[in-house]
């Protein structure tokens, strides 16, 4: 991609405002996260795409050390207010991951970025530099697969759940087998998965735990 096109893309999130409600997905996806990160034992989390802090907030207050970074400035202002003793970061994964300091974390965190990136392995390799060796990457983005893509047909839903006409918003959909090949590419290996929200095959969201291997 061109230089011009990644700076309007993060330009373009950079302008997305965060109030200080949750997210719509943190009902699902936070207890799933938590549980995951405490499987791990982790103890030192960065979390990608951290928005106003919400889940970071829900982090820390189970005991483990957070940092998080978004190139939204709204959102990174708030998270700094309900976290002040953690660091949070304005910037994105095209930026130089070297900007945090910490290259030994336990455990990476992304909630619902994936999906919005036209470099997606911009992400994986920025939360492969900051990981310790064997450290975790936890992912979740919208699940796709043959029953819920089936659903979606069925029930003309399409239109509706790509949302063209919405500014920003998702650009990549994923699949279990689709993500899982990527972040093989990537020096991850995936140990675990979890479907968020809803029915099982009709899930909202999935979760799909990566172990540094490389």
Same mark, same amino acid.
């Given at each position: 991609?061109?230089?011009?096109?990644?700076?309007?893309?993060?330009?373009?999130? +950079?302008?997305?405002?965060?109030?200080?409600?949750?997210?719509?997905?943190?009902?699902? @996806?936070?207890?799933?996260?938590?549980?995951?990160?405490?499987?791990?034992?982790?103890?030192?989390?960065?979390?990608? /795409?951290?928005?106003?802090?919400?889940?970071?907030?829900?982090?820390?207050?189970? /005991? =483990?050390?957070?940092?998080? @970074? %978004? *190139?939204?400035? +709204?959102?990174? #202002?708030?998270?700094?207010?309900?976290?002040?003793?953690?660091?949070?970061?304005?910037?994105?994964?095209? %930026?130089?991951?070297?900007?945090?300091?910490?290259?030994?974390?336990?455990?990476?965190?992304?909630?619902?970025?994936?999906?919005?990136?036209? &470099? *997606?392995?911009?992400?994986?390799?920025?939360?492969?530099?900051? @990981? &310790? *060796?064997?450290?975790?990457?936890?992912?979740?983005?919208?699940?796709? /697969?043959?029953?819920?893509?089936?659903?979606?047909?069925?029930? %003309?839903?399409?239109?509706?759940?790509?949302?063209?006409?919405?500014?920003?918003?998702?650009?990549?959909?994923?699949?279990? &087998? +689709?993500?899982?090949?990527?972040?093989?590419? #990537?020096?991850?290996?995936?140990?675990?998965?979890?479907?968020?929200?809803?029915?099982?095959?009709?899930?909202? +969201? =999935?979760?799909?735990?990566?172990?540094?291997?490389?």
């Amino acid at each position: 991609m061109a230089g011009a096109d990644i700076m309007q893309e993060a330009y373009s999130f +950079s302008g997305y405002r965060f109030g200080h409600d949750a997210q719509h997905t943190y009902a699902y @996806l936070c207890p799933a996260i938590l549980k995951a990160l405490s499987r791990l034992n982790a103890k030192t989390v960065l979390e990608i /795409g951290c928005g106003n802090g919400t889940l970071a907030k829900a982090i820390a207050d189970h /005991g =483990m050390k957070i940092a998080g @970074l %978004d *190139p939204s400035e +709204s959102g990174i #202002e708030n998270a700094r207010k309900i976290l002040p003793e953690s660091k949070f970061y304005c910037m994105n994964v095209y %930026d130089d991951p070297a900007r945090i300091e910490n290259n030994d974390l336990d455990a990476v965190v992304a909630a619902e970025v994936i999906e919005h990136l036209f &470099r *997606p392995r911009a992400l994986l390799r920025f939360a492969h530099a900051k @990981l &310790r *060796p064997g450290g975790f990457l936890l992912l979740t983005t919208p699940y796709h /697969g043959y029953l819920k893509n089936l659903a979606l047909s069925f029930l %003309d839903k399409w239109d509706f759940h790509h949302a063209p006409q919405t500014d920003g918003g998702h650009i990549k959909f994923w699949s279990r &087998r +689709s993500l899982t090949r990527v972040l093989q590419k #990537e020096n991850f290996e995936v140990v675990d998965f979890v479907g968020a929200g809803r029915l099982p095959y009709l899930w909202k +969201s =999935m979760l799909l735990v990566a172990q540094k291997t490389g």
